[in-house]
């Protein structure tokens, strides 16, 4: 208003245009929230409203339905005791220390054998069309689809050992299905087979948004091929790693039906998985505080490893 | 000289090949065996399942297995085989992978385009989301549902309808949309963070709205994110049993999953393995098409942003 | 993107006209269960035929899968939603917690017009009965304490009837030299647990298996004769073929039906298994009480648990339990499933000669009181503390617990533990 000359009225209506056009300016900049705020009201009811009441009824005496009256933390104690329990193992100890066999071994492998399959899919393969989807079928099926055929050949007197011996190899011998010690090595087996090829995938994508032109410069100085990939391509998949390691940290924590459709929970129970334990003995012991309570400490497991994560992957990209 | 260790180089550059693709043939015989046995199996009588080797191709092939496992097998009281779920199934995955990618894909737009004090927190809550074990929100989430569908009752007797509440497809629906937000939203987010900024800023500049933008600029440029979402989505919800088996376990509505675990999962009587395996490969046909026909597009889809973090 | 709101747009259309169907009928009566396969939806499906006689229609709601663990957890959540069926399959103690919760409904006038009270076993109403309200209507009666034996390997190795433990041990002998599997036994917890039940019952006698499985009781827990039965349990471990762990029971019966195997140590359900087979007792196979437990019977019932639903959908509902328990379906559906009838009363002339066994052994052992129920199946005791003793048998098998008195001690310690 610097025409101090303006009649009032052309002011005024100026004044209402301008009251206008920042209404429609606000509704503007509200609109982007707006369309965000139902999927985060969501996220935020449906899953940290129920982390909360989880965490709430690991401190009841919760058994076949939900006890809102608390009481102590008698399912944190059982958990820690149990935690100790080697000999004889405690189903929570079984349970953990499978995890971190499981976890490791599943993630591991998968990892590698996705990025050896990937590297050797790039090498410009005649057919890659055809292997490619061969990798990837696994991921499509279900596991109480596959883990008859898996259970079936993985166990002796049905299938690789059976029919290794009727082919004259009868020295051979392959009973991990059937030794407690063993059969956490099978679950890794179905598991790997399962989501190794979609990391092959993942690092097949990552390997083809790589500027050929940094990999013809490195090869004209003379670099091998083994020293192309582990000084150059390799590193720069970084984002790849980690996003396939979410993908798969994920998956091996929710594994649950791989154990039951392979192993029916394992020789003496030795199969048994973290999510196993929380859903027998929720939904099957009756035992919802103890469930409760192994949920939360999956979570707070899930939150030690994705949370650094999620914190440097968001603050570099927040610049 | 040089013409011999050129030859050399050849064999060596051959030698390179056949590894690669002895690799790769061997790996893929392996992955194969599963689905191989499987298939062989379906093909197989009882007879020469419970004699012979699991491994050996059919002697005296036969399809019945299949055509009892489409229109004959039981699935609890009815037998009518698995042919009619599925109707049941398609009839909630479709929706719920439409409506949940649609979701993430704006999300993921307002994330990376309209971005707000606190952007960061509110994605890394959501992507959090995608870790929490579905077994410990079946109860609450069926005490919500159960709410829900009380509110449809109350509905129904003022309008006549009760607008889908209470249905439990609709409640499959509304589950499957709400726990494939954060890995729909985290797929967009990260492929438009890369899509340059500069060009919204444009189409802002010339007064184009916020649904305009999307609409005109990003949608058009979305093709291989939307992909990758809807491949994963479209198998984690088809393949899902626990929360199918909890919210929608009666005949009739019945996904197929469920209806297959009922065939497969019998601990009385012969198990009819070839049965089975026929019904298990029919039940999956579905996903096994989208993963050949779209596997292509998942690699380029991947590729162009879902893997850059 | 205008495809995309089309199909949208469609579906929401589609599932608003669903939802008119969803309505509840008055004149339906919902059912879940785990009985997908076989005989026994066969079996069920004589029921749906008697209910829609009397214009009811069926809706199924079937969930199979870990004895039944899948549909527990279905009901959990149907619960949970307020959306009850009109029944359910249920087991044991978890009838009681339904009970407990009050979501069940009342059968009473019903059970009075059809005479239950006097009908079915004591032990029965302890888990059918909630404060003197009829809850539940016994399918059948389910007994534990069997073996199932192949009768021509049975011949070739010349054995008799083993009346004591020490008997069976010779009776394996025989097999395992004449180069048959002795035992065939499905390696999984409730496998195991449910011979175990058979052998402390032949162990430490009637009294002794109440006390310790039925009343927890401490003292007989850690006895000597509890570890004299694990002791037991050991020996007839070293009977079993190399690939037993994690078989079905199933296919461990399929394995005497098929003579690869002598005996089975089963519940009855494993003589349904016999009969759809098309073998007949005494002419192909044997059924013997486990040597040293004649006269009692370790039972468990599968049952119809009834639901609180709302009084339009109550008459359903008591036509159900009513033809649930009428003599003709109960009759019907033990005969294919192996099991006798949960009322006495019902005459056994369609039952084989096993079937007559156990109908004549259950109306003695309710009359004697000496019908107990089997821990290993969820009727000695809550869930928690079954499988708490699952846990403990199946790890003694599995050589996680190595000797028996290490067994009984963390056997003790598992139940106090679970209480």
Redesign the interface.
């Known amino acids: 208003m610097t025409i101090s000359t303006m009649p009032d009225r052309v002011s005024a209506s100026a004044n209402s245009s301008r009251r206008s056009v920042s209404l429609r300016e606000r509704l503007?900049d509200m609109?982007?929230?707006l369309?965000?705020a139902?999927?985060?009201a969501?996220?935020?009811v449906?899953?940290?409203?129920?982390?909360l009441?989880?965490i709430y009824l690991s401190f009841t005496n919760s058994?076949?339905?939900?006890n809102y009256t608390l009481t102590d933390a008698r399912a944190y104690q059982?958990l820690w005791r149990w935690t100790f329990e080697s000999d004889?193992?405690s189903?929570w100890y079984t349970s953990i220390t499978n995890l971190g066999i499981f976890g490791v071994l599943y993630i591991g492998i998968c990892l590698a054998?996705g990025l050896?399959?990937a590297i050797?899919?790039d090498?410009k393969?005649r057919g890659e069309?055809m292997?490619?989807?061969?990798?990837?079928?696994?991921?499509?099926?279900?596991f109480?689809?596959?883990g008859?055929?898996?259970k079936?050949?993985l166990?002796?007197?049905?299938?690789l050992e059976?029919?290794l011996h009727?082919w004259g190899w009868t020295s051979f011998h392959f009973?991990w299905?059937?030794n407690?010690d063993r059969v956490i090595y099978t679950v890794v087996i179905a598991g790997v087979?399962q989501a190794s090829?979609f990391v092959m995938?993942?690092f097949?994508?990552?390997l083809?948004?790589i500027d050929g032109e940094i990999m013809k410069a490195a090869q004209m100085d003379g670099a091998t091929t083994v020293q192309l990939y582990r000084r150059i391509v390799i590193p720069m998949l970084r984002?790849?790693f980690?996003?396939?390691f979410i993908v798969l940290a994920?998956m091996s924590?929710?594994s649950?039906?791989l154990v039951?459709a392979l192993?029916?929970?394992?020789?003496?129970?030795?199969a048994w998985l973290p999510?196993n334990f929380?859903?027998?003995y929720?939904?099957?012991?009756?035992?919802m505080a103890v469930?409760?309570a192994s949920?939360v400490i999956?979570?707070m497991t899930?939150?030690a490893i994705?949370?650094p994560y999620?914190?440097s992957?968001?603050k570099e990209?927040?610049r | 000289m040089s013409a011999a260790s050129a030859s050399s180089a050849r064999n060596g550059l051959i030698l390179n090949r056949i590894v690669i693709y002895g690799l790769l043939l061997f790996f893929a015989l392996v992955y194969l065996i599963p689905l191989f046995v499987m298939l062989v199996t379906s093909f197989k009588t009882m007879d020469e399942i419970q004699s012979g080797n699991m491994l050996a191709l059919p002697k005296d092939p036969t399809v019945e297995p299949w055509l009892k496992a489409w229109g004959e097998t039981c699935v609890g009281l009815t037998c009518a085989g698995i042919k009619g779920y599925f109707w049941n199934s398609a009839k909630m995955v479709v929706p719920a992978v439409l409506i949940s990618t649609i979701l993430g894909a704006l999300n993921g737009y307002v994330l990376t385009k309209w971005r707000f004090r606190g952007h960061k927190l509110v994605f890394g809550l959501m992507l959090f989301a995608c870790f929490i074990p579905f077994q410990s929100v079946l109860l609450p989430m069926a005490t919500v549902l159960g709410m829900l569908g009380r509110f449809g009752n109350d509905l129904r007797e003022i309008f006549g309808t009760n607008f889908g509440f209470g249905n439990p497809t609709v409640n499959l629906v509304f589950v499957h949309v709400v726990y494939g937000l954060g890995f729909t939203t985290l797929f967009f987010r990260n492929y438009y963070e890369a899509f340059p900024t500069e060009l919204i800023k444009a189409a802002q500049v010339d007064g184009a709205s916020f649904f305009q933008i999307f609409r005109r600029i990003l949608l058009p440029n979305s093709a291989p994110i939307f992909v990758v979402t809807v491949i994963y989505q479209f198998t984690n919800i088809w393949n899902d049993f626990l929360f199918a088996s909890a919210y929608a376990g009666s005949g009739d509505v019945m996904p197929m999953t469920v209806a297959l675990n009922n065939v497969v999962n019998t601990s009385t009587g012969v198990v009819e393995y070839n049965v089975n395996m026929a019904a298990a490969i029919i039940a999956a046909l579905p996903t096994l098409l989208v993963y050949v026909v779209a596997g292509r597009y998942f690699v380029r889809g991947l590729m162009a942003g879902a893997v850059k973090g | 993107m205008k495809t995309i709101a089309k199909a949208l747009a469609g579906s929401l259309m589609a599932s608003t006209l669903l939802a008119g169907a969803a309505l509840a009928q008055t004149k339906e009566v919902q059912m879940l269960h785990w009985w997908t396969s076989g005989g026994e939806a066969a079996a069920l499906n004589v029921l749906k035929g008697d209910l829609a006689k009397e214009g009811f229609a069926w809706k199924d709601v079937p969930v199979a899968g870990g004895g039944g663990d899948a549909a527990m957890t279905a009901l959990k959540a149907m619960v949970a939603a307020g959306n009850y069926p009109t029944a359910s399959q249920m087991l044991g103690y978890t009838v009681l917690d339904y009970a407990a919760a009050g979501v069940m409904g009342d059968l009473t006038e019903t059970a009075k017009k059809e005479g239950w009270d006097k009908a079915v076993p004591a032990p029965l109403q302890k888990f059918s009965v909630y404060k003197g309200k009829w809850v539940a209507a016994p399918v059948n009666v389910h007994s534990v304490n069997w073996l199932w034996i192949n009768k021509a390997v049975m011949d070739k190795i010349g054995g008799t009837e083993p009346k004591t433990f020490d008997d069976l041990i010779a009776l394996l002998d025989k097999a395992k030299a004449a180069g048959v599997i002795p035992l065939a036994l499905g390696g999984q917890s409730w496998q195991e647990a449910t011979m175990f039940d058979s052998i402390v019952l032949s162990t430490g006698g009637a009294e002794f298996y109440k006390k310790a499985f039925n009343d927890l009781d401490e003292a007989s827990l850690k006895s000597p004769t509890m570890k004299k039965a694990f002791d037991n349990l050991g020996r007839l471990k070293a009977y079993v073929d190399p690939n037993y762990s994690g078989r079905d029971w199933n296919l461990a019966t399929a394995m005497v039906i098929k003579g690869d195997a002598l005996v089975q140590v089963m519940g009855d359900w494993a003589k349904g298994e016999f009969v759809a087979a098309k073998k007949e007792p005494g002419k192909d196979f044997l059924c013997y009480r486990f040597p040293g437990t004649d006269g009692t019977v370790i039972y468990n019932s599968d049952m119809f648990g009834m639901f609180n639903v709302p009084a339009d959908r109550r008459a359903a509902q008591a036509a159900l339990a009513t033809a649930t328990l009428s003599k003709s379906f109960q009759s019907a559906f033990n005969v294919v499933k192996g099991s006798v009838p949960a009322r006495t009363d019902v005459p056994d002339t369609a039952f084989d000669a096993c079937g007559k066994k156990g109908i004549a052994d259950l109306k003695s052992a309710s009359e004697k009181g000496t019908l107990f129920g089997s821990l290993a199946q969820g009727y000695g005791a809550p869930p928690a503390v079954a499988n708490a003793y699952k846990d403990v048998v199946t790890k003694f098998v599995h050589d996680q617990i190595k000797t028996s008195d290490q067994a009984v001690i963390e056997l003790v310690k598992a139940i106090n533990d679970a209480k």
Do not use: C
Request: hydrophobic fraction near 45%.
């Open positions: 503007q609109l982007p929230k369309v965000l139902p999927s985060f969501a996220v935020i449906f899953v940290y409203g129920f982390i009441w989880t058994r076949t339905f939900p059982r004889p193992p189903s054998l050896l399959l050797l899919l090498q393969i069309g292997l490619r989807p061969i990798y990837l079928y696994p991921m499509a099926l279900s109480i689809v596959t008859v055929a898996w079936w050949f166990d002796p007197g049905l299938g059976k029919t009727a009973d299905i059937k407690k087979w090829g995938a993942m097949l994508a990552g083809r948004g984002p790849v980690l996003s396939a994920h924590i929710k649950y039906d039951v192993t029916s929970g394992g020789p003496g129970g030795s999510s929380m859903y027998e929720t939904f099957k012991r009756n035992e469930g409760s949920a999956m979570l899930i939150t994705i949370v999620l914190y992957e968001l990209k927040g």
